[in-house]
């Protein structure tokens, strides 16, 4: 069964960094490229940056270019998401999803980052 | 990176057909069949209903079904049980490795 489980989040000051954790099980997790899609609270579902297989080659939104990181631990079964110079408006629920067919299919129960002073 | 348009709500009464529009542009689901959609219920995670514009996912009812044309994509669903009422979410790869969602739709089962 796929299972993918998201931590990390929590209330960080605007300004500040947080380091966002999924780990992977139940499916070969070297094999497959990995999303974080983003939902603030009520809103709808946001795509915020894709990471290849080997980690060679990330994608992000525009508006979050330059201040969050993604990467991966294959060894680890690890997707990780680096969040910095965090904004009032990157308040939201952060789920990662697995890539199948250049889309996401399964996705985690999400982690909840809180951007307020 | 605009999001696609979606109804805010759509609503029909149990065994009734409801569909669900998704419209984006040439760049996106005009240009690509990399359109999905997504079932969310209340605090839970997206579940795939289908991708490909048309493919159902192993386990998915075939009262779920999905189209295009020309930049427009749609979900229907057939049979309205009461258990599909929750959100839905349309998705597109929009090109230079990006994706673009829908606004969401919310289904409401009279």
């Known amino acids: 069964e796929v299972q993918l489980v998201e931590s990390g989040g929590g209330l960080v000051q605007p300004g500040g960094s947080l380091r966002l954790s999924c780990a992977a099980s139940g499916f070969t997790f070297r094999n497959h490229w990995m999303y974080w899609v983003r939902q603030a609270p009520g809103k709808g579902l946001v795509w915020v940056s894709r990471?290849?297989?080997?980690?060679?080659?990330?994608s992000y939104a525009d508006s979050v270019k330059g201040r969050f990181t993604v990467s991966r631990d294959n060894a680890r079964n690890t997707l990780y998401l680096q969040m910095d110079s965090l904004r009032d408006e990157d308040t939201a629920v952060y789920y990662c999803?697995?890539?199948?067919?250049?889309?996401?299919?399964?996705w985690g129960q999400g982690t909840l980052v809180i951007v307020s002073s | 990176q605009s999001a696609l348009t979606q109804p805010r709500s759509v609503s029909g009464s149990p065994g009734q057909s409801v569909a669900i529009s998704c419209t984006g542009t040439s760049s996106d689901v005009g240009s690509y069949n990399f359109v999905s959609w997504y079932q969310q219920h209340p605090g839970k995670a997206p579940k795939l209903m289908i991708y490909d514009v048309s493919v159902r996912p192993s386990g998915v009812p075939d009262r779920f079904s999905g189209s295009k044309s020309g930049n427009t994509a749609s979900l229907t669903i057939s049979g309205l049980q009461a258990e599909d009422e929750a959100d839905y979410y349309c998705?597109?790869?929009?090109?230079?490795?990006?994706?673009?969602f829908g606004g969401g739709t919310k289904l409401t089962v009279l």
């Open positions: 990471i290849k297989t080997d980690g060679s080659f990330t």
């Open positions: 998705c597109s790869y929009a090109g230079s490795q990006s994706w673009v």
């Open positions: 999803a697995r890539d199948y067919a250049s889309i996401p299919d399964y």
